[in-house]
Nanobody, 115 residues
């Protein structure tokens, strides 16, 4: 069973930074892509960023230019560096891995942006 474990969430002031980690129980190159998603209070879960097996990175418009997705192959870990955080970035952040028609999810980590 594939396991993804997120960490690094917390409370941060507007304009601050956080770095989330997603530790994957298998070689991350076994998957087509690893992605980050988030669910804000009362809203649907939305795509945030992804990195595919070839290294292509994609970002949603609200985070483009502020968030950076990266990976450490030796640790089977994918990161999400979040800069210039805004109150609207407050959400539970989930890591996901997909291969063909299967998608696996982590349990999520809370990020709260507030003064």
């Amino acid at each position: 069973q594939v396991q993804l474990v997120e960490s690094g969430g917390g409370l941060v002031q507007p304009g601050g930074s956080l770095k989330l980690s997603c530790a994957v129980s298998e070689n991350i190159f076994n998957f087509n892509a690893i992605s980050w998603h988030r669910r804000a209070p009362g809203k649907e879960r939305d795509f945030v960023a992804s990195i595919n097996v070839g290294g292509r990175m994609d970002y949603s418009d609200p985070v483009k230019g502020r968030f950076i997705i990266s990976r450490d192959n030796t640790k089977n870990t994918v990161y999400l560096q979040m800069n210039n955080l805004k109150s609207e970035d407050t959400a539970v952040y989930y890591c996901s891995a997909n291969i063909l028609s299967r998608r696996y999810w982590g349990q999520g980590t809370q990020v709260t942006v507030s003064s």
